[in-house]
């Protein structure tokens, strides 16, 4: 019967949980794609570019949404079975508030193993092939920098217009207009080309064309080439080791990071570590909370809206001050036992008050025949 009952609310939670997580996801995911848009529409990238770009981001989502999908499906359920009786069932028939939350504590207790596979294995794996795939990008000037049909502005002076860009990456129909030597400017144009990356820089090598200049004493001296480079100096990147962000390092680095360009890292490095072993703790923390809220005093049907509010404005609050007292620890290392003081003050305080509430509360009224057949057919067979 326990384990019938258990199967029952698990389920319930994790089926809402699943609704709340896929909603939430969709929104910051939108939020966050747009400003990939005008990288996809107006610069020639395919849509598998712009679907690995979001995917790679998937991870980081989660690690915000699943602790509030966690809380929020808790509390739907639970406050659903308090306004149909059925949690006044299963307390009469000798349910603790304790016992009746372990469904939903172990349903939290799932989400901080996922949280923890996202925050030591995933996160880093997948957000640093998210910077990587953004500098090959940014390097891949030949679709991203130059867009067929307009006329583009690269560096200072220098404008390019391409009439094609075939698939494998060639350009056809080039005109270019060098204007850095502004005493002697030249258009360039080139029936193809392609553009390459050296370590001092992009240039593109145009097939067949010709070179315009005007020369000092303002005769117009013309070119012909089979085969010309032109220098896109202006837009050297540096191709080299890449310094790489706390969201790319696995925990070790980031407790013992190698060869900082600045000793403030440090301290956000310090921070991000200790953040990833402590922030899993939250799901469990949230949902003990928010129950022992809900099943403080009398188990009746009026007077629950304000707990939930209660329960949320929490909730939210100790999220927040979660995520102020990390910026702290950035700054002051010493402080980072507080970054485990809100989840461990979650847990200890919401158990605590679940076990008094149980020893204390007071049921309005008794399970009638028809609370517990309603109870036993919503109940898994």
Known sequence: MFQRIDSYISRQVLIAMAFVVVSLVAAIWLSQSLRFIDTIVNRGLPLSTFMSLTLLLLPSFLIIVLPIATFTATLFVY?????????????????????????????????????????????????????????????????????????????????????????????????????????????IIAEEGAIIVTPDGPRVVLVNGNRQMREADGRLSVLYFERYTVDFGGLK???????????????????????????????????????????????????????????????????????????????????????????????????????????????LAGSAALIWSGRTRSVKRSPTNDDLARLKAGMPG
């Not at 308090?82 to 508030?97: C, I, K, N």
């Not at 679709?143 to 002076?157: K, Q």
């Not at 009746?300 to 102020?324: D, I, P, S």
């Open 79 to 187: 406050h659903r079975m308090v306004t149909e009786s059925e949690a006044v069932v299963l307390l009469g028939t000798g349910f603790s508030p304790m016992r009746l939350a372990r469904p939903a504590l172990l349903v939290a207790l799932g989400v901080t193993i996922v949280l923890y596979i996202l925050q030591l294995w995933l996160l880093p794996v997948s957000y640093r092939e998210f910077k990587e795939l953004q500098v090959q990008i940014r390097n891949n000037y030949s679709s991203v920098v130059l867009r067929e049909g307009v006329f583009t502005s690269i560096g200072n002076g220098l404008t390019v217009f391409v009439r094609e860009r075939a698939d494998d990456g060639s350009l056809r129909g080039l005109v270019i207009h060098n204007g850095q030597d502004q005493q002697a400017p030249e258009t």
């Open 237 to 347: 990147q540096e191709l080299g080791t890449r310094f790489r962000e706390t969201e790319e390092r696995f925990i070790g680095d980031l407790f013992n990071p190698q060869n900082l360009p600045n000793e403030r890292f440090r301290g956000k490095f310090l921070a991000e570590a200790h953040n990833r072993l402590a922030s899993p703790w939250l799901a469990p923390a949230f949902v003990l909370v928010g129950l022992a809220i809900l099943f403080f005093g009398d188990m009746n049907r009026r007077g629950k809206l304000k707990r939930l509010t209660l329960a949320a404005v929490l909730v939210l609050g100790g999220f927040g001050g979660y995520l102020g007292i990390q910026g702290l620890v950035a700054k002051q290392t010493i402080l980072f036992p507080l970054i485990y003081a809100i989840p461990l003050i979650g847990i």
